[in-house]
């Protein structure tokens, strides 16, 4: 493989425009946790614009708290075309995994 298609293939791996999946911010002062998802249009990039510019989102759990400062880790990556039930329940089963409902940020 020559190095021009390398650097191709790496950028378009990350491009977070273009990416979408499952994310996990933690609050590094009370180690709450809140699990989302970045389905829309602009993919990971755009979600995390929207906290940037909102300080929360749009998420009720975040909205009651004073703005932080979050660690982001995704957790899982999905293809653009995947359907959103897909990735709804890939929210779902992270959600469980790491019990966000009950013990923390995430509401729903």
């Given at each position: ?18 990416t ?10 009370t ?51 995947t ?26």
């Amino acid at each position: 493989m020559r190095l021009g298609r390398k650097n191709a293939i790496f950028r378009r791996a990350l491009d977070w425009t273009q990416t979408r999946g499952i994310y996990l911010l933690t609050c590094p002062r009370t180690r709450e946790r809140y699990v989302g998802m970045a389905s829309g249009a602009g993919g990971f990039l755009a979600r995390w614009r929207e906290y940037f510019a909102t300080g929360h989102g749009g998420n009720v759990g975040l909205k009651a708290r004073e703005a932080s400062d979050y660690r982001v880790s995704i957790l899982e990556t999905i293809g653009s075309t995947t359907p959103d039930a897909e990735l709804l329940a890939l929210e779902a089963r992270w959600k469980d995994k790491l019990q966000s409902r009950e013990v923390s940020l995430s509401r729903s």
